[in-house]
């Protein structure tokens, strides 16, 4: 999704010589939900490993700017081998009190969960990996496990770390996004590095009885955080284009908690603004699964949101940012101005939780609080511009029949696209309970520039209708058909009548 574009995007590739690309999610992107949404896939593409894939005569320098990660991420499984096979990943073995193996398989990612299955997860003693790590940068690193409880970690036969992760109060969490320690090494690229973990298993400690999370990796760097601000600003004002990728981590987004605010963690809102006040045109793109607080969004030339973009994440990026493909995403939620939101009590009372807001929630609950939020359900800007007339709608509907919406939609822009055209329903009279307006149908057109295309959305009747005890009920008497690009932006509006 485009939420912002002040006219540079697409990019004119010709006047770049040098781009910054800044920010944690920019070398190390969430492509895909945390906890069980969590596949392996043979390969991920970062935005930065995207953008200088598709900018070869361009000079791209990137700086971290500032740390999302918090706590132990896994290696990377393309720098991970199997110590018997010499294929990626590591090897995993069960031992009971005596060291003897109770139970082996290969893995190809070094963050494991185990919620049951053929492992013996109750009846183990404890749980070894083993794996072959070659590092991709020579540098000073942080290497650790997550883990509810304690572990040792022996790096070429020699010990690292032998430390303890607190469980935490909650044992869900534990499981799926436990504590971490880490331990500082130096490591050289290229140089491949034995790497033995030892987790002492207990059953029921720190976890949900048979259920454990245990991940071996790398911690976020232990720098200063105004070092890396100042890092990136630097590396900004000497380029022509800066990007910053800014987002989550499963620490604050993933299912096993809630999210206690909607601000983007770490300092990733000082670095926008700082970055931005260097006067070098800034992009930013939005990593996240859900709506964040964009203080920023005034002082940058534009904003995009690929939410997780899965593996090829940077390729689809670099192909969106370059003009060769068009950002054509329109929002599924409201991406609230500030933490102001017309959220009800969500808090139960005396071990209930009542949900008195009844239909009213996600952007009927905005609609019905008059509340402005930064971007409205259904937004969404493209690479052209559009215009949409001549709207006609059957003039009355039956229960178990359908209403025809007609109109013309028009591409006034220099470029082919697609538009969303969205139709809703309006009731403002009626005698139950409704929303200001409700979403009843949508279509995506497409046309090359200066083209008119004919746009039907047909509407069935259930879209007029409301819940009552026993059924679907169709009040009789007149609706209103709004059509436009979001459910703040209606220029046509029309009446239709149940029947």
Excluded at 49 to 69: I, K, S
Excluded at 228 to 248: H, Y
Excluded at 272 to 280: D, H, L, S
């Amino acid at each position: 999704m485009l939420l912002a574009n002040n006219g540079i995007l697409p990019l004119a590739t010709a006047n770049l010589t040098r781009v910054a690309v800044l920010g944690h999610n920019a070398a190390l992107a969430r492509t895909q939900g945390g906890g069980s949404a969590t596949v392996i896939p043979d390969h991920v593409v970062s935005p930065l490993d995207g953008l200088r894939a598709a900018l070869p005569d361009v000079e791209v320098n990137y700086a971290l700017g500032a740390v999302v990660q918090e706590g132990v991420a896994p290696f990377a499984p393309e720098e991970i081998t199997h110590p018997e096979t010499g294929e990626p990943g590591l090897l995993v073995r069960f031992l009971d009190r005596d060291g003897a193996e109770l139970y082996r398989e290969d893995r190809r990612a070094a963050s494991l969960v185990y919620l049951g299955g053929d492992a013996p997860t109750d009846e183990a003693a404890a749980v070894e990996l083993t794996t072959t790590w070659t590092p991709g940068a020579s540098c000073p690193v942080r290497l650790g496990f997550a883990a509810a409880g304690h572990a040792r970690i022996d790096l070429d036969g020699e010990l690292h770390l032998d430390g303890t992760a607190d469980a935490g109060a909650d044992p869900g969490a534990a499981v799926l996004s436990p504590r971490s320690a880490a331990a500082p090494v130096t490591v050289e690229a290229g140089r491949p590095v034995a790497v033995r973990l030892l987790f002492d298993r207990v059953p029921g400690e720190g976890s949900l009885g048979y259920a454990f999370g245990l991940t071996i990796g790398l911690a976020p760097p232990d720098v200063d955080p105004a070092e890396l601000l100042a890092e990136a600003a630097d590396t900004a004002s000497c380029a022509d284009l800066a990007i910053i990728v800014v987002g989550t981590n499963s620490a604050v987004e993933s299912e096993g908690h809630d999210r206690t605010d909607l601000a983007l963690p770490g300092h990733q809102d000082t670095l926008v603004r700082a970055v931005a006040a260097t006067g070098t045109p800034t992009v930013v793109v939005v990593n996240s699964g859900s709506p964040v607080l964009l203080p920023w969004r005034a002082d940058v030339a534009a904003v995009l949101v690929p939410y997780f973009g899965g593996q090829e994440m940077g390729h689809a990026l670099a192909d969106v940012l370059l003009g060769a493909r068009e950002p054509g995403g329109r929002l599924p939620t409201t991406w609230p101005a500030t933490m102001d939101v017309p959220v009800l009590d969500v808090t139960p009372v005396d071990d209930a939780l009542r949900y008195t807001e009844g239909i009213h929630v996600g952007y009927r609950a905005w609609l019905k609080s008059g509340r402005e939020p930064a971007y409205p359900f259904g937004f969404g800007l493209g690479y052209t511009t559009w215009s949409l007339d001549g709207l006609r709608v059957s003039p009355a509907v039956s229960a178990g029949g359908t209403a025809e919406v007609e109109l013309t939609a028009t591409n006034t822009g220099a470029r082919a696209g697609k538009q969303v055209v969205q139709v809703y329903l309006a009731r403002p009279d009626s005698a139950v309970d409704r929303p200001v307006r409700w979403l009843a149908g949508f279509t995506t057109v497409e046309a090359a520039p200066g083209e008119s295309v004919p746009v039907t959305v047909t509407l069935p009747a259930r879209a007029f209708a409301d819940w009552q005890p026993g059924g679907w009920h169709y009040e009789p008497s007149g609706f209103t058909v709004a059509v436009g690009t979001s459910v703040a932006d209606l220029p046509l509006w029309a009446d239709i009548e149940l029947k």
